[in-house]
Nanobody, 123 residues
């Protein structure tokens, strides 16, 4: 079992930055990929970014490429999402997920989820 707790959400103006954190606990090893997804009101959950356990491999959704950066600190069992040049369309609840069984970008392949943190970008 893996427990995930996100933090760092909030209200920011367009063009601003936020850094989300997701702390993992419950397993002695952290040798699993971790990802961020988001869900805006009235929309389906979508993939944002994923990072391998070593941190050497990352993938991003086209909509955030060049603006968001995913990273992890395995000593702290924490994954981060640095979000720059935020846009109103980035407004959503952001969820951390861990240990996919198949596709790293398919939310249905993840068993472990955090409770989510709200990010609101005003225009």
């Amino acid at each position: 079992q893996v427990q995930l707790v996100e933090s760092g959400g909030g209200l920011v103006q367009a063009g601003g930055s936020l850094r989300l954190s997701c702390a993992a606990s419950g397993r002695a090893d952290s040798t699993y990929p971790m990802a961020w997804f988001r869900q805006a009101p009235g929309k389906e959950r979508e993939f944002v970014a994923v990072i391998s356990w070593s941190g050497g491999t990352t993938y991003y959704a086209d909509s955030v490429k060049g603006r968001f950066t995913i990273s992890r600190d395995n000593a702290k069992n924490t994954v981060y999402l640095q979000m720059n040049s935020l846009k109103p369309e980035d407004t959503a609840v952001y969820y951390c997920a861990a240990d996919p069984e198949g596709s790293w970008s398919d939310g249905s392949d993840y068993d472990y989820w955090g409770q989510g943190t709200q990010v609101t970008v005003s225009s």
